[in-house]
């Protein structure tokens, strides 16, 4: 059974800093999602990693994938407060279903 | 494109009362997704439909809870009697084949107490 764990659960960081959030998983996979969900709102789609080596960039974040260590890592660069969020994995499961991670919540501060 | 669409979007109900929770998914997606969202359990996938058709309902918590999906436009998941363990958020996500992403896209939720 595909299990996926992110690390940190809460992350608190000064704005203008550097962070890496983790994303581990438990058996293969080939593809792998970051979505962002703002407080009461719903999800929305950030990266979609299809290949072992992938890489993603939007602004300030940067995702990529490695299959072979089952991880992948969502790199926030001079965060800023518009960051503040929760981030989630999502790992396929055969090809429809995801496993969601448990999420990230990060809270940049001014 | 107006996205996936939920209604309502708040239902607040007394416990034993029936709830019928409502999906619009995009139009010429041919997957859909229902799942819960818990702070203690966080995100979890329900039920998922192919065509119309149920392909894996293993998350569908008890008989409690059933789902349809008349045509490919329309999907209800019913909670008769609900209890107020049922209270949380419900998503409704769908997807097509066509772009070998599969990547989900999600409606804005249904926020469910019950009291």
């Known amino acids: 059974e595909l299990k996926v764990e992110q690390n940190p659960l809460f992350l608190s960081m000064q704005e203008g800093k550097n962070y890496t959030i983790y994303c581990n998983y438990s058996t293969t996979s080939d593809r792998l999602y970051w979505y962002r969900q703002d407080p009461g709102k719903s999800l929305e789609s950030l990266f979609v990693?299809?290949?072992?080596?992938a890489v993603k960039q939007e602004g300030r974040l940067m995702a990529s994938l490695d299959t072979k260590a089952r991880l992948s890592t969502l790199h926030i660069t001079a965060a800023v407060h518009d960051l503040s969020a929760t981030y989630f994995c999502a790992v396929a499961s055969g090809t429809y279903k995801y496993i969601f991670g448990t999420g990230t919540r990060l809270k940049v501060l001014a | 494109d107006a996205g996936v669409i939920q209604s309502p979007r708040h239902e607040v109900t007394e416990m034993g009362q029936e709830v019928t929770l409502r999906c619009k998914p995009i139009?010429?997606?041919?997957?859909l997704f229902w799942y819960r969202q818990t702070m203690m359990r966080g995100l979890e996938l329900l039920i998922y439909f192919n065509n119309n058709v149920p392909i894996d309902d293993s998350g569908m918590p008890e008989d409690r809870f059933s789902a349809k999906m008349p045509n490919a436009s329309f999907s209800t998941l019913k909670i008769q009697p609900s209890e107020p363990r049922d209270s949380a958020v419900y998503f409704c996500a769908s997807s097509f084949t066509a772009g070998r992403s599969y990547e989900q896209y999600f409606g804005p939720g249904t926020r469910l107490t019950v009291t």
């Open positions: 139009s010429g997606h041919d997957y």
């Open positions: 990693l299809l290949s072992n080596g």
